[in-house]
Nanobody, 126 residues
Framework: QVQLVESGGGLVQAGGSLRLSCAASGRTFSSYVMGWFRQAPGKEREFVAAISWSGGSTYYADSVKGRFTISIHNDKNTAYLQMNSLKPEDTAVYYC???????????????????WGQGTQVTVSS
């Protein structure tokens, strides 16, 4: 059974940092794309960042570029999202996801991801 389990969310003041983790289990993810998405109340789920599990290039939404960093720790089968210089508009439920597709072309499309975590709440106060 494939599972993605997020952790690391919480309440932080604007300008602060959080690191989200996504522990993956149940299959080999070496050929997968790992992505982070977020969804704020009343808004659609939006792409945040993506990386190939095997390593290589990383991709970010313009709104988080320069502040967020996505990474993979292969030995721990875990993906991370380091979030610095947080802003109130970063407040959302954050989800990790995994799928097999062309990361260059399709990384922002939620429907192409096969597996999703349960989400973790990030709240940034002003």
């Amino acid at each position: 059974q494939v599972q993605l389990v997020e952790s690391g969310g919480g309440l932080v003041q604007a300008g602060g940092s959080l690191r989200l983790s996504c522990a993956a289990s149940g299959r080999t993810f070496s050929s997968y794309v790992m992505g982070w998405f977020r969804q704020a109340p009343g808004k659609e789920r939006e792409f945040v960042a993506a990386i190939s599990w095997s390593g290589g290039s990383t991709y970010y939404a313009d709104s988080v570029k320069g502040r967020f960093t996505i990474s993979i720790h292969n030995d721990k089968n875990t993906a991370y999202l380091q979030m610095n210089s947080l802003k109130p508009e970063d407040t959302a439920v954050y989800y990790c996801a995994a799928g097999r597709f062309n990361i260059v072309v399709s990384r922002t499309r939620p429907r192409l991801y096969d597996y999703w975590g349960q989400g973790t709440q990030v709240t940034v106060s002003s």
